[in-house]
């Protein structure tokens, strides 16, 4: 019945629906198949579908970590040998405590650094342990570091799709 | 923080059930009632122990862009900057952070050609150069955090 733009512009209603929260009622996805005019049923399998295929990253509780006392957060940088960087930062990514690790582009020569790992502490303490760790890791494939600390929030919206 | 409501932050971060009740099917894993866990996280969405609850989404594979971006901004001048940089919807995050680049914040728009055509009009809008850091590569994406 559901052909691929049908498909596709569920995913988008269900999407609009439920970036802000889902309801807080017994039985939610029936709330949003009402709210978007489908049976509850597609709602559930369109979000296990997207959850498969990583559209959905999770769904949960997503804590406010400054109120859990994680206050301390790190931009670990870091110059990796361009030929090394993919499986080492595999490797970053796995650590505990890193939360976000990605492979960026150099901008020099303001920037030379190509390999990002976000670290989370309850202090700057826990999070200088954890570049300790980093930079253990990497050994000798790396030229040059640095760890940017945030200062203050200027500012934090959730990301909007649709 | 109550036991059960650190349980249901540090249980509950992406294991949410797919299912007619949800809620019914967390709470007993959780020993508590369903009406109970809808109560408590309604709780903590409205005291600020939670942010959200629900799906999150990869802006990237829901046809949207984002990428990282970072500008170096005269220390007299961030809360100005900051002004007219967060005005612009397709900030979603923005930090002060301890480097010459000092301000670094989330640029997303719902299509990949407009993150350009955004970077280039928070240029004009500030009057600083704006460097971009698409992601080339991502290992690992996942924030979970112990209460």
Redesign the interface.
Known sequence: MNGPVETRSVDEAI?RA?????P???????AVAESIGVA?EVV?ER??A??A?????????????Y??G?TANG?SVWDVDDERV?EL??R???LPG????????R?LP??RYNL?A?V?GRDRAECESQVREIAALLEDAVRAR?V??????????????? | MEPVDRA??NT?????P???????AAAEALGIG?DDL?AR??R??AD????????????A????A?T?A?M?VPAEDVERV?GI??AFPE???????????N????V?T?VPEGIDDAIARIEAATGLPV?A???????????????
């Open positions: 999407v439920t970036q802000a929260g889902l807080r009622v017994p039985r939610p996805y029936h509850p559930i979000m296990r997207m959850l295929s990583g559209a959905i990253r999770r769904i949960g509780v997503v804590p406010n970590h109120r859990l994680w931009m993919d930062g595999a970053i990514g796995a890193v939360s976000h690790c990605y492979r960026r582009p901008r303001a920037w990002f976000m989370h640095d940017l600390y945030s200062t203050r929030v200027l500012k934090k919206t959730g990301l909007r799709f649709a | 249901i932050v509950l971060q992406g294991e949410f797919l299912c007619e009740r949800p809620f019914a369903e809808i996280i309604d903590m969405l600020g122990t939670l942010t959200r609850f629900g799906p999150l989404f990869d802006a594979r829901m046809g949207g984002f990282l970072a170096a900051a940089v967060n900030v979603a995050h923005n930090y002060a952070r301890d480097h010459a680049l301000m670094w914040f989330v997303a719902p460097l850091f698409p992601k080339e590569r991502e290992y690992f994406v996942e924030l979970r955090l112990t209460a």
